[in-house]
């Protein structure tokens, strides 16, 4: 009895750590790209004017 709720607990922690969100990417690559009905502008720190630091405006065509 006592094996079986300890292998419960060490899985529910193994789970529980692929679960965890992860922090925020700083790499070029997670960064939304421009598409084909949204350009997305990239500010530079100088030029922000709140926490975002890209803008996404519609394309129409």
């Known amino acids: 009895m006592l094996v079986r709720i300890m292998v419960l607990i060490a899985a529910a922690l193994m789970l529980s750590a692929c679960a965890k969100p992860q922090g925020g990417c700083n790499d070029v690559g997670c ?12 500010w530079q720190p100088q030029l922000r ?13």
Do not use: E, F
Not at 31 to 42: K, Q
């Open 49 to 61: 004017n709140s926490p975002n630091d890209y803008t996404r405006v519609t394309v129409d065509h």
């Open 31 to 42: 960064r939304p790209s421009s598409d084909l009905h949204n350009l997305t502008i990239w």
